[in-house]
């Protein structure tokens, strides 16, 4: 075999801790890459994969430094240039995408300045011709309008857009080596595709050398030749995409795998029917109501549901597509404008201030980040206490006992009760805030992106838990994700949303099969498969561009028009769709019958 | 496209169009609070001009002729309509209108502070980015040590430290400066450098100090990471990057610290007997010269009012998120 492209040797990266002392976080990392092919690292968050993926632009973060080890790219040994070899190195000879290319992009620059930012600093090119190959690059990234992207702010573009737009910043300058720190983890799953089909294609078109980094073992499948597993900053086991996914040597690959096919934690049993929560018709948002009674920023139209008690309802959707303002009308925290919210066969008053304590107790909500509702200043012991003296009056001795029993409930160790936020890690922190709202006694949660900010490991032990508390304590869970497998794991019934509408709902097992709503049918087909080639068999996708706007549109046509491939021109512009409710039980929002439905979407089938 | 550029300008017109409003309110809010104030002053104006051994119808005759003997309500309506029209009454001491005097004096101070701000805005600016991006290292740690110590000594202090050194021991300067005559350049500098040392001291200090903190700010964002990333080199960081990011607080601090300056100028200009508002305002409420006090200290809180909101509407335009909604 000639030569390896990059070749990282016996590497070691000290980091000083908030004592002072150093210590290793990452520890004799080798691997090589041969020119052209893309190198996966793959581990939890903290294995040191970014550090690791920095070291290649002989870059460590303030804090840290190179304790030991060689880089080399191409002849180039990169640990030891000096800092005018750097500059010349980074963005010239190696560049990099970062996560969020929300957090990347400066805010007060336009997007073009940033993009042809790389050619201006290593002279490559004019500025003109640097801004045709932007535009060029922009157009091979299939971005929308490309010519005109480039003037535009950060903010007036999407998560999706911008992570492609900074992967055309990666690649201006004509890179030998990319290095590509999990650039679609922000981003929605059917967005996440088309940015995968982007980089795949420049960087495959290109012969670019490529590193990704990512924790989702099925992105890496469709992206990367070879894999690196990482944990602890050590590199646990490596091998060609395939040999990794279906013989994993190490434990640590064997429970990585585990937790990326989510087993059903629920059980398909007969349940009672009595309705603990019920929604009709709701319509909520935010902003000054108008003379119409509706506010002005409208989130929420015509959402209709139930709990039954003892259930768990799944709602999934795309972020900004009203998930959390649902959860926020349940619990009072939003008022309706529109509708009417029964709990427990009594109607819930809609404006918050009317809600008894009772009906604010029965009713918890537990937010993705726990963070920002565990007040650092206060310990454990103090931040379950408060729920229990506000909503059951427990206090004193009393209130300590309840404290071990609600830890014991969250499988937390009872020492944890004096420690604060801080010294917890991720999933303690997220155990504590359920315990928090176990604290009330509730008989509805509502679980928003409990795990989204998790590990994938540490977020299946959750789900895990939530089960147990059901069978245990008879709890019903309203239970909100972007994610259509963990939903699909936990959850009895399931109910898609889009843009503030019900697209589709039914149980569990009738979403597992077509018919589905076109946007459910699309989300389904967009979670990676953990094998590989899955991406390049995937058919591309078609949109057929809207004809014409009319300039009256009547209210309430689908909200997936623009986006839908089998769209029927002349009625879907022009009619609202009907609700139709299938054989299988499953309601949809959609002019298309279930057949023909079907017949579109023969590939989509479940297959967990 | 050009119908959403127009509905985006309207809407950075009417964030400008609100702050100004608010600060016209507290403007007025801020005049009834002086004027409560200066009403409650201890001793009559009256009795203090005529002396005290003036009859008591002599004073009250003087009382009526000045409106003392109207309700206050209909006193600070009076004045507030005065204000709206320009005149700001009657002096009592020199018995000549305040808008003359002010008329006077306020050019001087406008020229005292426009010449510290151009001196000291600079160089605190520098002083601040240099060592934000050196933070850590030898030459922070020196500007770090010198700036606190900067703006821990009272400028009476730093005021006649100067005029011992320079007037007294040196004889380079005079010691006092009242700005009459200036022909030349060198005697512009003569009357000019030591108050303008003086009040540059305190407050280039808290820019720089502050400009620091910002761009330290800024330079821990991720975006400056991913510039470091692209190849740029420190300064194209901390000034392409950074500093547009900073010049938000920035403006807020150089507000602030112009404020400062407000009350500084009140020290300087009597140390160094330079006949600004300040200076005025010192002899007037020694005087119980009421209209005089009033009128300056509404100057002073209009000077603080148009320095925030001038940073505010800066903060606003520089961000394109703003500026584009
Ligand atoms: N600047 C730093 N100073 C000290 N520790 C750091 C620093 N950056 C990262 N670490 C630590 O190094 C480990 C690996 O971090 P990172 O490379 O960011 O991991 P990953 O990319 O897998 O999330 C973590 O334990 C993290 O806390
Ligand atoms: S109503 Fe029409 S546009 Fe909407 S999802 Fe159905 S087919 Fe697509
Ligand atoms: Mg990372």
Redesign the pocket.
Known sequence: MAQPHVQVTGLCVAARGPGGSEALIVRDVSFAIPKGQVLALIGESGSGKTTIALSLLGYARPGCRFAAGTVRIGSTDVLSLDDEELYRLRGGQVSYIAQSAAAAFNPMKTIMDQVVEGTAIHGTLTRSASETRAVELFRALALPDPEGIGSRYPHQVSGGQLQRLMAAMALITEPELVVLDEPTTALDVTTQIEVLRAFRHVVRERGTTAVYVSHDLAVVAQMADRIVVLSEGEVRESGATADILERPRHDYTRSLLAAARPKPRTTDEPREDTPLLEVRDLGAGYGRVGADGLPEIRVLDAIDLTIPRGATLGVIGESGCGKTTLARVVAGLVPAARGEVRFDGEPLPTNLHQRTKEQFRRIQIVFQNADTVLNPAHTIRSILERPLAFYRGVTGEAAGRRVAELLDLVKLPGSLADRRPAELSGGQKQRVNLARALAAEPDLILCDEVTSALDTVVGAAILDLLAELRRSLGVSYLFISHDISTVRAVCDDILVLYAGRK?ESGSRSALAAPPY???ADLLIASVPELRTGWLEGLPPRVTIPIAETHAAQPAG?????DR?????PG???RLA?PRQRFPSGKE?????EGED?ARHQLNTAITT | MAEASRAIRASAVRLVLNRVAYGAVTLLLVSAVIFLITSWLPGDAAQELLGQSATPEAVAALREKLGLDRSPLARYGAWLRGLATGDLGVSLAANTPVADLVATRLPKSLLLAAVTAVVSVPIALTIGIVSAMWRGRRLDRSLNVATLSMVAVPEFLIATIAVLVFAVKLRWLPALSNAVDIGSASQFFRTYAMPVLTLCFVIVAQMARMTRAAVIDQLNASYVEMAVLKGARPAHVALRHALPNAIGPIANAVALSLSYLLGGVVIVESIFNYPGIASLMVDAVTNRDIPVVQACAMIFCFAYLLLVLVADLVAILSNPRLRHR
């Open positions: 697209v709503h076109p946007y046509l689908c909200p997936f028009l839908c491939p089998l769209r029927v009625l879907c512009d769709p949809v929002l959609c002019h298309r439905l």
